[in-house]
């Protein structure tokens, strides 16, 4: 049985004081949800006070993003070993941000996802098609893509979590129909069941792009939708707790 798991992804917003604010208000509110998995991406400056902040609760840290080695002269970047040490459990990994900004390939996210695992971090492997690639119908094509080269190499299936996130509707209000997101969730499932059998009953697979408390009911009605990721509604406690709230049972 799959559980639900709500992600914040707050980007690069908050400062220290306003992301051990917030982080304290969602972990006072996610008391009330058991049964499943909550977790907050700060940005790296705030990990360690956000990590403090949220000690004993069930409210879970992520990072957005790492590199794939372990230490080393690699000037900027940060290792998933730094992360586990910050109290880390989760990683976002290849965000349509990352591909788009800063030209990470399906090769860098392939190599992410296999070195978070070996460090015990839960990869959130982010894959979707843009706007004009939808337009195109190619989007299968896409996520196939995205999905098995992403994947290739990778056994520890079940310590993968999937993020599907349409780029169009990333950040633009203009949210997937449920019916859209369900058609590619399944084919996403389609595809895990043919690298992994039945072990992709098992896999978490997020809907995200534009998800608030309004929207979120419809989405997890659908059978292939496991969760949310989200990024401008969990900018505020009382957003991202309701969306908790309208996912938290339903799964
Ligand atoms: P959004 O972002 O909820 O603001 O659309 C989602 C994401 O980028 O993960």
Known sequence: MRKWIVA???KMHNNIAESIALAKAIKEGASDFKGGTIVLAPPFTALFSVSEAIKGSNVLLAAQNMYYEDKGAF??????VMLKDIGCSYVIIGHSERRKYFHEQDNDVNLKVKKALTVGLTPIMCVGETDEEREKGVTQDVVD????QGLSSVDKIDDV???YEPVWAIGTGKVATPAQAQDVHAFIRGILKDLYGST???????????VTKDNIGDLIAMEDIDGALVGGASLKADGFLGIIENISGKK
């Open 161 to 163: 979590v999937i993020a």
């Open 8 to 10: 914040g992804n707050w």
């Open 75 to 80: 000037t900027g970047e940060i290792s998933p």
């Open 145 to 148: 893509k995205q999905v098995r």
């Open 200 to 210: 992709a009953n098992d896999i978490r697979i997020l809907y995200g792009g534009s």
